[in-house]
């Protein structure tokens, strides 16, 4: 697609269960950031993505909190035993690189409830 | 990178010009001021962005003090879809070699 795309949308699971969210970046983006946004907050950089380095995690929160980036493309940010605190909505955005004028696309988001 | 701050909230008129202020004093010579805006339940939307010299497009004006130590992002005729909270970063560009810290933003409510 021509955008960045996220799925699910909207995920709801109960406390202690393990959830993954998938981001789609721009064909040919070379990096990609996660943030996070809960209620009434602005975003949280959570993990960064650059071509074939090691990523930044500086911003996870725990080590519940890990993502991965499978070919240099889509990535997927993995939530092990949820908590409560978790619940918002999660992120995506991508960046093309050398050569782009350094402007981020995010998605629509992932909006996470945890029960 | 160089933070930002920038006022909580603000009220703008239909129609009359809205002007959002930034500070970024800790800037550094090859930093950009990028401007993002988020409208209630949507991703961040790029606006404009700029190094030091006056920017505009369709969407916006960007006005940058000749210190760079602060700008103003200027919707020229606010209109009800402006509401959103606007963000005010600096960073590198295009280098994406790091991450990159949104604060809380500026929260524009346009009244009719």
């Known amino acids: 697609g021509a955008g960045v795309s996220q799925s699910p949308s909207n995920k709801v699971t109960e406390k202690g269960k393990d959830v993954e969210l998938r981001c789609d970046p721009i064909?040919?983006?070379?990096?990609l950031y996660w943030y996070r946004q809960s209620l009434g907050q602005g975003l949280e950089f959570l993990i960064y993505?650059?071509?074939?380095?090691?990523?930044?995690k500086s911003g996870l929160p725990s080590d519940r909190f890990s993502a991965e980036r499978t070919g240099g493309s889509v990535s997927t940010l993995t939530i092990q035993r949820t908590q409560q605190e978790d619940s918002a909505v999660y992120l995506c955005a991508s960046i093309r690189g050398a050569g782009g004028t350094g402007e981020l696309f995010f998605g629509e988001g992932s909006r996470l409830t945890v029960l | 990178d160089a933070k930002t701050t920038q006022p909580t909230s603000m009220d703008c008129a239909e129609g009359r010009a809205a002007n959002l202020p930034c500070n970024h004093s800790t800037i550094s010579g090859n930093e950009y001021v990028y401007w993002y805006r988020q409208i209630h339940s949507q991703g961040p939307q790029y606006i404009i962005h700029g190094l030091k010299n006056n920017e505009t497009n369709e969407m916006a004006s960007l006005i940058i003090t000749e210190d760079r130590k602060s700008s103003t992002l200027i919707l020229p005729h606010a209109t009800l879809r402006d509401t959103a909270v606007y963000y005010c970063?600096?960073?590198?560009?295009?280098?994406?070699?790091?991450?990159?810290?949104f604060g809380k933003g500026t929260s524009l409510l346009v009244t009719p």
């Open positions: 993505f650059q071509g074939n380095s090691a990523p930044d």
């Open positions: 970063i600096v960073r590198v560009a295009p280098n994406s070699g790091y991450a990159l810290n």
């Open positions: 064909s040919g983006h070379t990096a």
